[in-house]
C-alpha cells in the first residue's frame, strides 16, 4: 500500500466495538482487502500517534441479496481489530 489514508478507510462504531474499547482497549477498523497486519500498524501508529500491541484482521464476506426475481451481492470486505499497548488512549468519535 502506498498511503497510510488507503490502508485505513474508517472506523466501526459498532456496540461490540464500543464495549471491547472500553473494556480491552481495542479499536475496530475497515481496512482495505489488499492491507496485510504490518500495515496496518504503521498506518494506525503514523495516523494517530499511538503505540500498537498487535493487530487482528477478519475478511468479511458480502452477502447476497435480492429483490424480485433480481440477485447480487454486496462486495467483500475487510476489518481490523487493533489493540493498543496500555497507557495509550485513542478517541476517535469522542461525545457523540
Known amino acids: 500500500m502506498k498511503n497510510s489514508y488507503e490502508v485505513l478507510l474508517?472506523?466501526?462504531?459498532t456496540e461490540k466495538?464500543?464495549?471491547m474499547k472500553e473494556t480491552d482497549n481495542k479499536v475496530l477498523f475497515r481496512v482495505a482487502r489488499e492491507a496485510n497486519k504490518i500495515e496496518i500498524k504503521k498506518a494506525?501508529?503514523?495516523?494517530?500517534?499511538?503505540k500498537v500491541d498487535c493487530v487482528r484482521t477478519i475478511n468479511c464476506r458480502g452477502k447476497k441479496k435480492r429483490m424480485g426475481r433480481f440477485e447480487g451481492k454486496r462486495p467483500d470486505w475487510k476489518k481490523a481489530i487493533v489493540a493498543l499497548k496500555e497507557g495509550e488512549k485513542l478517541d476517535i468519535v469522542e461525545g457523540v
Open 10 to 13: 474508517g472506523p466501526m462504531l
Open 17 to 19: 466495538g464500543t464495549l
Open 44 to 50: 494506525v501508529e503514523e495516523i494517530f500517534n499511538v
